[in-house]
C-alpha cells in the first residue's frame, strides 16, 4: 500500500471525491491496521484457568470464528476495509468484502495488492455490486459466513441483524452517530476552532465522527463564531486533484438533498446563516458550500439527525449540566469531543458523556491504536486496538482430567 500510494489515494479522489491530500492521509491510516494488526497476531492468546477439580486443568483457546463478511461504507473506501481486514486476517479467518456501490474500485485495488504482498488466493474476496441490499442479505444469511462487521447507518444495521438472525450470526457494528463538540468557557478558543474545524468540515463533514452538533458557552459564543467564521472563509470547494481545494463534493443528490432540508428547516425555524448556505453548481453536480448555522435549537432537524454533510449549527448552553443533557439527548452514541482546561471537569464530562469514544482538546481521534466503536443505537464491538481481533474469534474450552497431583 505504501509503494502505490499515490494511485490509491487518487483512486479515491476519483471515486469519493475527497481532496487529495485527504486521500493520502487516509491510505496512511489505512495502512497502520495492517501493520498494527501483524505485530498483534501474536498476541491473540488463550488462558490456563485452575479448576476446582484438583486432578483437571482448564484450557481456553482462542481459534478464529471463520469466513467472515465485511460490509463497508463509501465514505473511507479503503480505511474502512483495513480496520476490518486486517484484524480478521490476524485472528486467521477468510473474508469476503462488500464494498459500497460508489467506491468498489478502491477495495478492488487492495485485493490485488492483497496477493501482490503474499495473502493466499481466497483469503481476500470482494463482491462489487449496484445492488447492496441484496449482497448484504446474503452474507448475513448464508451458514458459512460466522460473522458479519458492518460499518453504516443505524437503520441499515438493524435490518442486517435482523437478517442474521436466521444463524444466530456473530456480528459488530459500528453505525450512525450525532457527534456532540462542546466548548466549555475555559476552553482555549483557538485550539477549539481549529479543533472544530478539523473535526466537522473533514471530507466535507462526511465522516461518521465528525462534529454534528456544537455547543458554545454564552461567554464565548460571539468570539467563536467570529474565528469559526473568518478561518471557514478562506477555504477552497473544488476538484480533489486540484491542489489548491481543501473541500470536494457531498458523494451524490441523497446527501445534498439532506443537507439542504437541514439548513432550509433550521432557518425557518430561527436559525441565524453565519456563512454559505448555498448548492455551488457552476463548480459541479454535488458542491455545497461550507455552512454555518447560529442560534440552532432542539426544534430543529439538524440538531436530532445526523446531516453528514458541510454544515456545522451552533448551539449556546450556559452551564456544565445544560450542555450535559442536550449532548446526551439522542439515541445514538458514536463519538463526542469537548473543550476544558479543568482537570477535574475533564473526567466528570468525560465519565458522563454518552458516547463510545470522546476527543478532549482536539478533533482528531482516530488511529489503529484506539478502540473504535460506539454505544446505544451507534452499535456494539470495538474496532482497532488490542480489542479490535477479540470479535474474530472464539473460545474454546478445553478440561484436561486425569492429572496426577
Known amino acids: ?60 483457546l482462542r481459534q478464529p470464528i471463520g469466513p467472515c463478511g465485511i460490509i463497508t461504507p463509501w465514505n473511507f473506501p479503503s480505511a474502512m476495509i483495513t480496520r476490518k481486514l486486517g484484524a480478521a486476517v490476524a485472528a486467521g479467518c477468510t473474508t469476503v468484502i462488500k464494498p459500497a456501490s460508489e467506491t468498489p474500485l478502491s477495495a478492488l485495488a487492495l485485493a490485488h495488492l492483497s496477493e501482490k504482498a503474499g495473502f493466499p488466493k481466497g483469503v481476500v474476496n470482494v463482491l462489487p455490486s449496484a445492488t447492496s441490499a441484496e449482497v448484504g442479505k446474503i452474507l ?107 473541500h470536494g463534493p457531498v458523494i451524490h443528490e441523497k446527501s445534498m438533498s439532506k443537507v439542504r432540508s437541514h439548513i432550509e428547516n433550521a432557518i425557518e425555524k430561527g436559525a441565524k446563516l453565519l456563512l454559505g448556505g448555498k448548492r455551488r453548481e457552476d463548480i459541479g453536480e454535488n458542491f455545497h458550500e461550507l455552512t454555518v448555522l447560529g442560534d440552532v435549537t432542539p426544534k430543529m432537524k439538524i440538531f436530532h439527525e445526523e446531516t453528514f454533510g458541510p454544515v456545522a449549527p451552533l448551539i449556546r448552553f450556559s452551564s456544565d449540566e445544560e450542555a450535559l443533557s442536550l449532548a446526551n439527548d439522542t439515541e445514538v452514541g458514536l463519538a463526542g469531543y469537548f473543550y476544558s482546561s479543568d482537570i477535574s471537569k475533564i473526567f466528570k464530562v468525560a465519565e458522563n458523556l454518552e458516547v463510545g469514544m470522546i476527543g478532549v482538546n482536539t478533533g482528531a481521534i482516530s488511529e489503529a491504536a484506539m478502540p473504535f466503536g460506539g454505544v446505544k443505537e451507534s452499535g456494539f464491538g470495538r474496532e482497532g486496538s488490542k480489542f479490535g481481533i477479540e470479535d474474530y474469534t472464539i473460545v474454546k474450552s478445553v478440561v484436561l482430567g486425569g492429572l496426577e497431583n
Open 1 to 60: 500500500m505504501k509503494e502505490n500510494q499515490d494511485d490509491l489515494a487518487k483512486i479515491i479522489v476519483l471515486e469519493n471525491g475527497k481532496p487529495y491530500a485527504d486521500a493520502f492521509g487516509e491510505i496512511t491510516y489505512a495502512a497502520s491496521f495492517f501493520q498494527w494488526f501483524s505485530e498483534e497476531s501474536a498476541r491473540v492468546n488463550g488462558d490456563i484457568i485452575p479448576s476446582a477439580n484438583a486432578t483437571s486443568k482448564i484450557l481456553a
Open 140 to 246: 448475513c444469511e448464508h451458514p458459512l459466513i460466522k460473522k458479519v462487521s458492518s460499518t453504516g447507518s443505524t437503520g441499515v444495521g438493524k435490518l442486517l441483524m435482523a437478517q442474521s438472525s436466521s444463524t444466530l450470526k456473530k456480528l459488530s457494528f459500528e453505525l450512525g452517530g450525532n457527534a456532540p463538540f462542546i466548548v466549555f468557557e475555559d476552553a482555549d478558543l483557538d485550539k477549539a476552532v481549529d479543533g472544530a474545524i478539523a473535526s466537522k468540515f473533514r471530507s466535507s463533514g462526511q465522516t461518521c465522527i465528525c462534529a454534528n452538533r456544537l455547543f458554545i458557552h454564552d461567554s464565548l459564543y460571539d468570539e467563536f463564531v467570529k474565528k469559526f467564521v473568518d478561518k471557514l472563509s478562506k477555504t477552497t470547494l473544488g476538484f480533489g486533484l486540484d491542489e489548491k481545494t481543501t
